[in-house]
């Protein structure tokens, strides 16, 4: 698999002020997008009214790993594919204005999240001199932090649709996506 990391980029060792950058990359690459572009004629609603949520790691291809077209579903993604408070507003909205009735949660292996602590915000601290108002929400278990996200979800008062709530582990190493059991 070819991937944008490992093609040798003039983006490579960019230094301040130099206007090849990755965002330049990035822009002109969306130039190239948007000449060939036509609109779908699709609203907001997702077609499949999922919503997923995920992490935020750059190995999760999700839409390719779950055979998901442009439209299909609502996708959250964040450290950990953790439940936060931003995460259930995406969600509620997701839900309340935009019609999904199922929510898929994914973490996976190898994720950042088990590598951190809480020492980290501590840090940020002594760094910066102010204390970051989120959590790191690390953990050591990841099928315990999926039953976490589950029951986050279900218990919340602001979701309409809880019956419909799976959590899984992708394994970066297979691509093979593992239920785990709520309970």
């Known amino acids: 698999m070819t991937t944008s990391a490992s093609a040798a980029t003039a983006t490579e060792g960019a230094i301040p002020g130099d206007t090849d950058t990755v965002t330049t990359r990035l822009v002109e690459a969306n130039e190239r997008y948007a000449a060939a572009f036509t609109d779908p004629g699709m609203d907001a609603r997702p077609v499949l009214h999922v919503a997923i ?11 390719a790993a779950l055979g998901l077209e442009l439209g299909d579903c609502h ?5 950990g594919g953790v439940v936060t408070d931003d995460v259930i507003r995406s969600l509620t ?13 994914i973490h996976h292996t190898g994720c950042g999240l088990e590598t951190l602590t809480e ?9 910066v001199g102010q204390r970051p108002a989120w959590a790191v929400e690390s953990f050591r278990d990841v099928d315990q932090d999926v039953r976490q996200s589950m029951q986050r979800v279900r218990t919340n008062p602001f979701l309409l649709h809880t019956d419909d709530v799976r959590g899984f582990v992708f394994d970066v190493k297979t691509g093979l996506l593992r239920e785990i059991d709520p309970s």
């Open 93 to 105: 909205i997701s839900q309340r204005a935009l019609g999904t009735r199922s929510i898929v949660l």
């Open 75 to 79: 996708t959250i993604r964040n450290a």
């Open 119 to 127: 020492e980290f915000r501590h840090d940020l601290e002594m760094e």
């Open 53 to 63: 949520v995920a992490c935020m790691d750059a190995r999760l291809d999700l839409h």
